[in-house]
């Protein structure tokens, strides 16, 4: 049985000694996504998710992520699970159609807080979240179910937090079945989160929700609530819910022996996931031949259907392909502080880029098979046109950036909020996270200097 066999596995995740580059990619995951909630208390997300948390306060289980204050292991979920997708900084897995990290990491985070977990019982049940949520996600379709407008995102987001909660709270599988139970009553989400014009929506969606709800379903469990068997596999089921698009079996595929963090990318651009290998291709082209923007006529990128809508002159400017391109066209580099700066989103010679730069849909094979790829071709004044293909975007599985370029991306997110040497001290002891005897260790490295003063 499909939910028997994935309720062992969460049940025994902290029995399993992880492979060495299991563990490191593992705690560049972690890295990552604190990054991206640190550097997310300064977004519109967390002006709405801290107050929340912070109004509902209850036990002092977790912190909440910029300030000093603790609150209930839930709402610790959910507020940390917004800021940590309060933008597109956060990883994703490519064949699951889902961010895992932002779900994930902050309901692990929660939970090993209140249960004052140390920093291998963190790992495992982080690796745990990665095995469990992906595959989940891939196994009901991927992209054929977010095509259906279910969010794959939020649907593998529960599982993955469902997965590393139950982890850390030590259960027997009988009860790993039951959270299984309630995390698919718990499951859901619709695309409609596309239309969203602040990035409040597409924050909860991807990473409060999942989050508070994961946790929610393993602490229910934990605690004696039963629930049905065969809740995956079952008829009806999560699986028989959707048909059409599911392949079951790969919800156990090579469990256990292939870790899907390795399958998992970190973003070096922190803009949407469709504009990443524009990027990167633009980026190789400027350092290869030197032109200016003024000698650009016109860039066309080609982009799979699929991801065209995502980022075609969105109103987001970290989502808008047009904009991302015309901030490396005129500044040599894309970073957060540009890809936030609304003043720069209104400057006129931004407009007057993102007004010559168009996107062309593919639908053929090629790009289908390589789905995150992007064709840039740059039209130069006089006639040369300058071509770059990246099939392969930097801080993917087949591309992956080292760990002094996630630290440093870490660190240089974190920096503005936390200074310097704390942002790099908190970097250090998550890369060592193993050595870390109490989670709740961490805590005074999260919260900034302006909250201690």
Same mark, same amino acid.
């Given at each position: 049985?499909?939910?028997?066999?994935?309720?062992?596995?969460?049940?025994?995740?902290?029995?399993?000694?992880?492979?060495?580059?299991?563990?490191?990619?593992?705690?560049?995951?972690?890295?990552?996504?604190?990054?991206?909630?640190?550097?997310?208390?300064?977004?519109?997300?967390?002006?709405?998710?801290?107050?929340?948390?912070?109004?509902?306060?209850?036990?002092?289980?977790?912190?909440?992520?910029?300030?000093?204050?603790? &609150?209930? &292991?839930?709402?610790?979920?959910?507020? !940390?699970?917004?800021?940590?997708?309060?933008?597109?900084?956060?990883?994703?897995?490519?064949?699951?159609?889902?961010?895992?990290?932002?779900?994930?990491?902050?309901?692990?985070?929660?939970?090993?807080?209140?249960?004052?977990?140390?920093?291998?019982?963190?790992?495992?049940?982080?690796?745990?979240?990665? %095995? &469990?949520?992906?595959?989940?996600?891939?196994?009901?379709?991927?992209?054929?179910?977010?095509?259906?407008?279910?969010?794959?995102?939020?649907?593998?987001?529960?599982?993955?937090?469902?997965?590393?909660?139950?982890?850390?709270?030590?259960?027997?599988?009988?009860?790993?079945?039951?959270?299984?139970?309630?995390?698919?009553?718990?499951?859901?989400?619709?695309?409609?989160?596309?239309?969203?014009?602040?990035?409040?929506?597409?924050?909860?969606?991807?990473?409060?929700?999942?989050?508070?709800?994961?946790?929610?379903?393993?602490?229910?469990?934990?605690?004696?609530?039963?629930?049905?068997? %065969?809740?995956?596999?079952?008829?009806?089921?999560?699986?028989?819910?959707?048909?059409?698009?599911?392949?079951?079996?790969?919800?156990?595929?090579?469990?256990?022996?292939?870790?899907?963090?390795?399958?998992?990318?970190?973003?070096?651009?922190?803009?949407?996931?469709?504009?990443?290998?524009?990027? %990167?291709?633009?980026? $190789? $082209?400027?350092?290869?031949?030197?032109?200016?923007?003024?000698?650009?006529?016109?860039?066309?990128?080609?982009?799979?259907?699929?991801?065209?809508?995502?980022?075609?002159?969105?109103?987001?400017?970290? &989502?808008?392909?047009?904009?991302?391109?015309?901030?490396?066209?005129? %500044?040599?580099?894309?970073?957060?502080?540009?890809?936030?700066? $609304?003043?720069?989103?209104?400057?006129?010679?931004?407009?007057?880029?993102?007004?010559?730069?168009?996107?062309?849909?593919?639908? !053929?094979?090629?790009?289908?098979?390589?789905?995150?790829?992007?064709?840039?071709?740059?039209?130069?004044?006089?006639?040369?046109? $300058?071509?770059?293909?990246?099939?392969?975007?930097?801080?993917?599985?087949?591309?992956?950036?080292?760990?002094?370029?996630?630290?440093?991306?870490?660190?240089?997110?974190?920096?503005?909020?936390?200074?310097?040497?704390?942002?790099?001290?908190?970097?250090?002891?998550?890369?060592?996270?193993?050595?870390?005897?109490?989670?709740?260790?961490?805590?005074?490295?999260?919260?900034?200097?302006?909250?201690?003063?």
């Amino acid at each position: 049985m499909l939910t028997q066999r994935i309720a062992e596995h969460m049940a025994t995740a902290q029995q399993r000694e992880l492979p060495p580059e299991v563990r490191e990619k593992a705690k560049l995951h972690i890295l990552d996504t604190v990054a991206a909630m640190v550097s997310g208390t300064q977004l519109e997300a967390a002006a709405k998710a801290i107050p929340l948390a912070l109004s509902f306060g209850g036990n002092p289980d977790a912190l909440v992520i910029g300030t000093n204050t603790r &609150v209930g &292991v839930l709402h610790a979920a959910l507020a !940390n699970g917004m800021l940590a997708h309060a933008d597109e900084t956060d990883d994703s897995h490519a064949p699951s159609l889902t961010h895992p990290g932002c779900a994930i990491v902050p309901a692990a985070l929660a939970v090993a807080s209140r249960e004052n977990a140390h920093g291998q019982a963190l790992l495992r049940a982080v690796v745990a979240g990665y %095995d &469990v949520g992906p595959r989940i996600a891939e196994a009901l379709g991927g992209v054929e179910i977010f095509d259906r407008h279910h969010s794959s995102h939020a649907i593998g987001g529960v599982f993955g937090a469902v997965a590393a909660a139950t982890a850390l709270l030590r259960p027997d599988t009988r009860q790993a079945v039951w959270a299984l139970a309630y995390a698919v009553q718990l499951a859901s989400g619709n695309t409609c989160w596309r239309r969203d014009p602040d990035h409040i929506e597409k924050a909860f969606d991807f990473g409060g929700m999942p989050a508070h709800n994961g946790v929610l379903a393993a602490i229910m469990a934990s605690q004696g609530f039963t629930g049905v068997a %065969d809740a995956l596999e079952g008829k009806p089921g999560l699986f028989a819910a959707h048909p059409a698009t599911t392949r079951p079996e790969l919800a156990i595929e090579l469990l256990g022996e292939r870790y899907e963090v390795m399958r998992t990318a970190i973003k070096k651009w922190c803009v949407g996931s469709p504009i990443q290998a524009a990027l %990167d291709a633009l980026e $190789l $082209l400027l350092q290869e031949y030197r032109f200016t923007a003024s000698e650009v006529e016109r860039i066309v990128v080609a982009l799979p259907r699929a991801a065209a809508p995502v980022v075609d002159n969105r109103a987001m400017p970290a &989502v808008n392909l047009q904009h991302q391109l015309s901030l490396m066209l005129l %500044d040599g580099d894309v970073t957060f502080h540009s890809t936030h700066d $609304l003043q720069r989103f209104n400057e006129e010679a931004v407009i007057s880029l993102r007004r010559r730069i168009s996107i062309d849909p593919q639908d !053929n094979a090629e790009f289908e098979s390589h789905p995150r790829q992007a064709i840039v071709h740059v039209h130069l004044r006089g006639g040369r046109v $300058l071509t770059q293909r990246v099939q392969h975007v930097r801080g993917t599985p087949d591309n992956p950036m080292s760990t002094s370029e996630v630290t440093h991306k870490a660190v240089d997110l974190m920096q503005p909020i936390l200074g310097a040497q704390r942002a790099q001290t908190l970097a250090d002891r998550i890369l060592g996270l193993e050595h870390v005897a109490n989670v709740r260790e961490l805590d005074g490295l999260l919260t900034p200097n302006s909250v201690h003063a």
